[in-house]
Structure formats: structure tokens, C-alpha cells
């Protein structure tokens, strides 16, 4: 499914002569694997159970098997459900946002950067980071396993980094509307943290890790979420934006007395 996202990627890039057309299957590709690894699991745990992949009565909960696969079941759905919430809702911000524009100066940099083309410096990455974050949904759509309160933690959270992403972006959408904006964009959650979409989005993915880790194999799929907000932080998020951003009017005034990542009060 990976490898498909890729080719597509590839072929998108190719027809808008735009590289930053990954950003906006960023989010879609995280629905595909969702989708593609609940029904995968659903089978595989048909079949581990002797009832063949393709001989399951959904209706038929009595036993051992169906209990398992009702649990299973919930959970599976649950996660397309917050995956395509978040990745519907980020695909279709980015795409609105670029449609239209050129080519985002990130990628201008990156292209331009050493040795290597459009394969080894962004589809290679972009899907291996795909399917290392969505290590969790995989790994626990197979397990069957029981619904534990940890699950609704993750459900909490994972509302409050999509509040933070959705309202983050309304919020800098209106300024750059604003004929009499500053500088800087400082207003709402903006007043807190730099970035709230990026740290939206590392709750998301801590949201989603708990909500896999409440059947008992997704807990040792840790790694997954440190990855996400390690690549939102430090590799091709915040730090990454910070470069061009310290070099507009304002913004070093106001990075020195806002919180980069994690939302806390103004410094004075």
C-alpha cells in the first residue's frame, strides 16, 4: 500500500510540477493504511482462529472468537474514524492552501541540497515515515484483545490536537485576511506555542498510540509516536520553519518570548 502511495506521489508530482503535492497525500496515505490493515486484521485474526478468512458472521458474537473479533472490530473502526477525521481534514487544508501556488521553498531547498532525486530525498522518506507511524494501527488491528479505559484517553487526546491543528489554522487563516494584521501572527493559540498545528498534530499521534495501546501488543509500538513528533519538531517541521520565519520583521521578538513547540504562558 506504501509502495502504491509512492507511485501515485510520484506521478502527482510529475503532472503539477510540484513537489510539495506530498504534503497533501501525507494525510491520505495514513487513511489508506488504516483502511487497508483493519480489514487485513480482521482476516488474519479469522484465519489464526480456524474460522477461515472468509467465513465470519459479523452478527455472531457468542463465542470466544466473536468476542474477539467485536472487540476488534470497534477498535478497527474507531481508528478509521480518527485517522480519516485527521487526515481527510489535513489533506484537504493543504491542498486548498497550495492550489494554485508554486512550489514550497522548503522542498525548493531540499531539492536543490546534495546529491539525489525526487525518490531518495522525499517519496523514500515519506513512505517509510508513513509506515513507521502507523506502526500502531497495524500492529493492534491483529491483536483482538480487549477495550481498556486507556483507549478513551487517547480518544481525549487525540481531540485536543486536532482542536489545537483545526484552530490553529482558522486562526492564521484570519490574519492573513486581516488588511490591518501585524508583523506576526501572536493572537489565540498562537499567543502560546509557535506552531499549534505541529503540536496539534503530536497529540494526534499520541491520541491515536493510546488508543492502540489499550490492546496489549500496541504498547511496545512506542517508538511510532516519538518518531512523529521528533519529525515534527526537529526534522521537517518547526526547526525546519523557524529558518525562514527568524528571518521576517518581528518574529525573533516574538520567538523570544513564545513557547516554540509546547503551548505556556508569554514570557515577558
Given at each position: 500500500?506504501?509502495?502504491?502511495?509512492?507511485?501515485?506521489?510520484?506521478?502527482?508530482?510529475?503532472?503539477?510540477?510540484?513537489?510539495?503535492?506530498?504534503?497533501?497525500?501525507?494525510?491520505?496515505?495514513?487513511?489508506?493504511?488504516?483502511v487497508?490493515?483493519?480489514?487485513?486484521?480482521?482476516?488474519?485474526?479469522?484465519?489464526?482462529?480456524?474460522?477461515?478468512?472468509?467465513?465470519?458472521?459479523?452478527?455472531?458474537?457468542s463465542?470466544?472468537?466473536?468476542?474477539?473479533?467485536?472487540?476488534?472490530?470497534?477498535?478497527?473502526?474507531?481508528?478509521?474514524?480518527?485517522?480519516?477525521?485527521?487526515?481527510?481534514?489535513?489533506?484537504?487544508?493543504?491542498?486548498?492552501?497550495?492550489?494554485?501556488?508554486?512550489?514550497?521553498?522548503?522542498?525548493?531547498?531540499?531539492?536543490?541540497?546534495?546529491?539525489?532525486?525526487?525518490?531518495?530525498?522525499?517519496?523514500?522518506?515519506?513512505?517509510?515515515?508513513?509506515?513507521?507511524?502507523?506502526?500502531p494501527?497495524?500492529?493492534?488491528?491483529?491483536?483482538?484483545?480487549?477495550?481498556?479505559?486507556?483507549?478513551?484517553?487517547?480518544?481525549?487526546?487525540?481531540?485536543?490536537?486536532?482542536?489545537?491543528?483545526?484552530?490553529?489554522?482558522?486562526?492564521?487563516?484570519?490574519?492573513?485576511?486581516?488588511?490591518?494584521?501585524?508583523?506576526?501572527?501572536?493572537?489565540?493559540?498562537?499567543r502560546?506555542?509557535?506552531?499549534?498545528?505541529?503540536?496539534?498534530?503530536?497529540?494526534?499521534?499520541?491520541?491515536?498510540?493510546?488508543?492502540?495501546?489499550?490492546?496489549?501488543?500496541?504498547?511496545?509500538?512506542?517508538?511510532?509516536?516519538?518518531?512523529?513528533?521528533?519529525f515534527?519538531?526537529?526534522?521537517?517541521?518547526?526547526?525546519?520553519?523557524?529558518?525562514?520565519?527568524?528571518?521576517?520583521?518581528?518574529?525573533?521578538?516574538?520567538?523570544?518570548?513564545?513557547?516554540?513547540?509546547?503551548?505556556?504562558?508569554?514570557?515577558?
Amino acid at each position: 500500500m506504501v509502495v502504491a502511495l509512492m507511485v501515485l506521489t510520484a506521478v502527482l508530482t510529475r503532472i503539477t510540477g510540484r513537489v510539495s503535492v506530498v504534503d497533501t497525500i501525507w494525510g491520505l496515505g495514513f487513511i489508506a493504511v488504516t483502511v487497508t490493515a483493519v480489514l487485513f486484521g480482521r482476516a488474519r485474526l479469522r484465519a489464526n482462529e480456524g474460522e477461515g478468512w472468509f467465513s465470519y458472521n459479523p452478527l455472531d458474537h457468542s463465542g470466544a472468537v466473536g468476542r474477539a473479533l467485536q472487540q476488534n472490530d470497534d477498535r478497527g473502526i474507531l481508528l478509521i474514524l480518527l485517522v480519516l477525521i485527521w487526515g481527510g481534514r489535513l489533506a484537504w487544508h493543504i491542498g486548498s492552501r497550495s492550489h494554485g501556488g508554486g512550489e514550497d521553498p522548503r522542498y525548493t531547498e531540499l531539492m536543490g541540497k546534495g546529491s539525489g532525486g525526487l525518490i531518495r530525498k522525499v517519496l523514500l522518506p515519506q513512505g517509510l515515515a508513513i509506515w513507521f507511524v502507523s506502526m500502531p494501527i497495524q500492529v493492534t488491528v491483529v491483536a483482538g484483545h480487549h477495550v481498556s479505559w486507556v483507549l478513551w484517553i487517547g480518544v481525549a487526546l487525540f481531540a485536543v490536537g486536532l482542536a489545537f491543528e483545526t484552530i490553529g489554522d482558522a486562526q492564521l487563516a484570519s490574519y492573513k485576511k486581516d488588511p490591518a494584521r501585524g508583523p506576526v501572527m501572536d493572537r489565540g493559540l498562537w499567543r502560546y506555542t509557535r506552531h499549534p498545528n505541529y503540536f496539534g498534530d503530536a497529540c494526534v499521534w499520541w491520541g491515536i498510540y493510546l488508543v492502540c495501546a489499550s490492546s496489549w501488543p500496541g504498547i511496545f509500538t512506542i517508538l511510532s509516536p516519538v518518531a512523529m513528533t521528533y519529525f515534527l519538531v526537529f526534522a521537517t517541521g518547526a526547526r525546519l520553519l523557524e529558518r525562514t520565519m527568524m528571518q521576517r520583521s518581528g518574529y525573533p521578538e516574538y520567538a523570544a518570548r513564545t513557547s516554540m513547540f509546547f503551548p505556556l504562558p508569554p514570557r515577558r
